[in-house]
């Protein structure tokens, strides 16, 4: 009897699986047909690869994943009746560019072809998303239907520079925790990793000609709370808190990197956001006051944080970090950051003056691009090309510069209008640091950027020609990131809309068609352990004012179509038995002081129950919708 149950059990569950293809791939691919029938994953797996040593780390990968938590086992074998085929295409297919490639799923067989390694990764890594979640999970996982759909696919993406950027000076992250991102990344096909190296919080990068750097660069007092409201530190605290990558860590990471298709872009942000430099080196400010790693409080000289362009030990110095780090990073880009400066310190400072007049600089803005200029000097002098943050457009562009447009796209766009190349981050789309929902219940961010808003942008401006553009990033900032699960929870799942942006096709850009993937890509990242936000099924409150009067109504509305919302204005928990919202917005009662609203699908709920009171509501009616 219980064997017949477990069979029909197991009956049940395969024909779910069958009966379930909603093929949910992130980011969708190009062309994908889907054919009948499934693709049944033998316990005997074969691969030929045609013992070509270019595909072994895309064939570890495959090997890898399918056998982890399958307990199947794999052989390489030269044989046509391989169930895996994969190869390498002896003269390139145009179509596929450097990292496309064609996969074809049948009852019997699966075969990827690609021009470039990079391709058959990302075929394995589409053909993983066809099988069942529990693919993802790190142990061996029971009973489970390991089949695919039947497909065919083309696909390649619309942007060489797919990135996330994680900063690691306002909080360190370990080498397996940036390890561990990267395999995140990869599997929805990023192929930068921006680190930002160093910030007025920390060093993060062995430099050997100047230990000092790290001695003193990474380590800052111990603080835990709300960022930015720490005490500063006191005489007789140690710096213990911090750390960085010596060379031979970060040579690990970039070998790491290298077999995900991911290329490690390095930042060192100068001249401004250099507290921690400034901190190890008493002489390199205007100001030459003595300064230790800042751990979140508010500096006792506020934007003290410069470099003096007008001391020539500086650029000596610089000169030193860049030549270690372009002998130790493949990437063909640093990035010298180069936002933000307060410039009042060089207006005063006699150095810096002195340059000014001798370089015939008409301002401090002219001083700053004499600084930028100056670096990309070094930079090229050591074979590499120079990227900063848009800022570094004030005063001139340097004649080769590529620019990371984060103030929107307006840097970005002219930029690309003098034939530079950009990177797009307009934070109002692409910062993970930022909320991603309702802010009363979210831990403590900045402004605003929903998941829809990241689905919704598009990388290539109107009045610009898309070649100048060669992609675009996520930004996390961590001032507010201070543990790896929140790493996680800022990225995913605004991380899966931004994928979809820089390699999907515009065209086939749906919203809820994303939804639904995103959804099914919940248990995959359930099963590898990885963290995410549900914020977009969470009631958006935007207050609306009542035409002619000092008063405001509350529309409540959500990203997600299809939810209903349920509320109160007693304080009670809505539940499908409270009112439903219709859609127009609601007056407060007389004498309510609140609202209580939650989401629910199929009269189950999906969001958090959130109160708020009128007068946040109406604190709020003049806020823009970046705000809350
Ligand atoms: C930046 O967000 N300051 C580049
Ligand atoms: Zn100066």
Redesign the pocket.
Known sequence: MKQIILLSAGLFSLFTVFAQDNISIIPQPVKLTENQGHFILPATITINADGNPGLKTAMAELSERLTLPTGYHVTMTNSGSAVFRIGLNKTADPELGNEGYRLSVTPGKVTITANQPAGIFYGVQSFLQLLPPEIESNIRVADIAWNAPCVSITDYPRFGWRGLMLDVSRHFFTKEEVKKYMVQMARYKYNVLHLHLSDDQGWRIEIKSLPQLTHVGAWRVKRTGLWGEFLPALAYEQASDGGFYTQEDMREMISFAKDLNITILPEIDVPAHSLALIASFQNL??TQLPYSVNAGFRSPVRDDNAL????DSVFMMLDKIFTELAALFPCEYIHIGGDEAYKG??AD????QK?MTDEHLKNVDELQSYFVKRMEGILKSKGKKLIGWDEILEGGLAPEATVMSWRGMKGGIEAAKMNHHVVMTPWDYCYLDLYQGETSVEPPAYGMCRLSDSYNYDPVPDSVDEKYILGGQGNLWTERVSNYRHVEYMTWPRGLALAEVYWSPKADRNWDHFVQKMEAQFPRLDAEGTKYALSAYNVMYTPVRIKDSRSFSVKLSTEIKGLDIYYTFDGTNPDPYYPKYSGEPLNFPVGATQITANTFRNGKQVGKQITLKKDELAARLNQGRHQY
């Open positions: 400010s205007c003096c362009i007008g001391n310190f060089w400072c006699p150095k810096c340059r």
